[in-house]
């Protein structure tokens, strides 16, 4: 393998390169999960696939433009999480527990690499959180070859960042914004309110939020989406947000596997103050932080790029 970073592919090749993925669907649960993924003549014998883990309010293409990057030199796939995209919508409430995501992730690595197999995951957002709830148990971790968040703080690290500075007047300032940046966090907890208002601005308000967030204007994510995928995009993962007041902390547990952070500067959602604690729990860990936005990946998807495949050639020299 070469020891550059790929580039990114020009758009005029993006098709080209997304259309060597094959799609595909995994049950598991009640639930059918849409798959992008190398074809099995693609897949390298020795190299754990790269799989990539959306946020909201995304699918997964949000991820098209790392699929064609790391594509040409690994083994790549990303998948519409429960309810969101072509993914089927589990039939109950308990269906959107963070227990059957993180049930999820293992059934699309068992569907990738085998029961034993393990993957890079790569994630953002709501993935991110999902993700370390994903690495900090053992069950999952051995599944990890190694681990990459962005703009996805850790759950529990999150809750004692915001504890610890409420009870501290030095860092009030800090606390306010930080609400102030997640005051959706809130009114996503009413009832039917928050499905009324993206019902009725659907899609405008999809893009809006995706360009506050650092998309370009030109992304031909704004332009070339599925519409009804989307819609559920922005609707189902409600449920994730509904769980937070009622979430009981769990104790910190540390991530054993390679971790690579992701930190952009300017996120208008996350302080990166949240980050600040992260070695505490992950110990062979390399942080990036990039003059970028929420959605750097798109923002800055070459930079990002090159930082996932500098992060994984590295672990996979080392391991």
């Given at each position: 393998?070469?020891?550059?970073?790929?580039?990114?592919?020009?758009?005029?090749?993006?098709?080209?390169?997304?259309?060597?993925?094959?799609?595909?669907?995994?049950?598991?649960?009640?639930?059918?999960?849409?798959?992008?993924?190398?074809?099995?003549?693609?897949?390298?014998?020795?190299?754990?696939?790269?799989?990539?883990?959306?946020?909201?309010?995304?699918?997964?293409?949000?991820?098209?433009?790392?699929?064609?990057?790391?594509?040409?030199?690994?083994?790549?796939?990303?998948?519409?999480?429960?309810?969101?995209?072509?993914?089927?919508?589990?039939?109950?409430?308990?269906?959107?527990?963070?227990?059957?995501?993180?049930?999820?992730?293992?059934?699309?690595?068992?569907?990738?690499?085998?029961?034993?197999?393990?993957?890079?995951?790569?994630?953002?957002?709501?993935?991110?959180?999902?993700?370390?709830?994903?690495?900090?148990?053992?069950?999952?971790?051995?599944?990890?070859?190694?681990?990459?968040?962005?703009?996805?703080?850790?759950?529990?690290?999150?809750?004692?960042?915001?504890?610890?500075?409420?009870?501290?007047?030095?860092?009030?300032?800090?606390?306010?914004?930080?609400?102030?940046?997640?005051?959706?966090?809130?009114?996503?907890?009413?009832?039917?309110?928050?499905?009324?208002?993206?019902?009725?601005?659907?899609?405008?308000?999809?893009?809006?939020?995706?360009?506050?967030?650092?998309?370009?204007?030109?992304?031909?994510?704004?332009?070339?989406?599925?519409?009804?995928?989307t819609r559920k995009a922005?609707?189902t993962p409600l449920a994730?947000?509904?769980?937070?007041?009622?979430?009981?902390?769990?104790?910190?547990?540390?991530?054993?596997?390679?971790?690579?952070?992701?930190?952009?500067?300017?996120?208008?959602?996350?302080?990166?103050?949240?980050?600040?604690?992260?070695?505490?729990?992950?110990?062979?860990?390399?942080?990036?932080?990039?003059?970028?936005?929420?959605?750097?990946?798109?923002?800055?998807?070459?930079?990002?790029?090159?930082?996932?495949?500098?992060?994984?050639?590295?672990?996979?020299?080392?391991?």
């Amino acid at each position: 393998m070469s020891g550059r970073p790929q580039a990114e592919p020009a758009r005029a090749d993006l098709h080209a390169e997304l259309a060597r993925l094959e799609h595909a669907f995994v049950v598991h649960d009640d639930v059918s999960l849409h798959v992008v993924r190398s074809r099995p003549w693609d897949r390298g014998e020795r190299r754990a696939p790269v799989l990539f883990l959306h946020g909201y309010p995304d699918t997964a293409d949000t991820w098209s433009l790392q699929l064609a990057a790391l594509g040409q030199t690994h083994p790549v796939a990303a998948f519409d999480q429960r309810g969101v995209g072509r993914s089927t919508a589990s039939a109950s409430r308990r269906g959107y527990a963070f227990e059957r995501y993180l049930g999820d992730i293992e059934a699309v690595i068992d569907d990738l690499t085998g029961p034993e197999g393990q993957v890079h995951l790569v994630a953002h957002d709501w993935g991110g959180a999902l993700a370390w709830m994903f690495a900090e148990q053992p069950r999952y971790a051995r599944r990890l070859r190694s681990l990459t968040v962005s703009a996805g703080p850790h759950p529990g690290l999150f809750l004692r960042r915001l504890g610890r500075a409420a009870r501290s007047p030095r860092e009030l300032g800090f606390l306010f914004d930080q609400l102030r940046k997640s005051w959706y966090i809130l009114f996503f907890q009413l009832p039917w309110l928050p499905e009324q208002l993206i019902e009725r601005q659907f899609p405008a308000l999809w893009v809006k939020s995706l360009r506050a967030g650092g998309v370009p204007k030109d992304d031909p994510l704004l332009r070339d989406f599925d519409a009804e995928g989307t819609r559920k995009a922005a609707l189902t993962p409600l449920a994730l947000y509904r769980q937070i007041l009622l979430h009981k902390p769990q104790p910190l547990r540390p991530i054993e596997v390679p971790t690579c952070l992701i930190v952009p500067l300017h996120d208008m959602a996350l302080r990166p103050e949240l980050y600040d604690d992260v070695p505490e729990v992950a110990t062979d860990l390399e942080v990036h932080r990039l003059d970028a936005n929420h959605w750097a990946h798109r923002q800055r998807a070459s930079e990002v790029s090159a930082i996932l495949e500098a992060f994984i050639r590295r672990v996979e020299h080392d391991s």
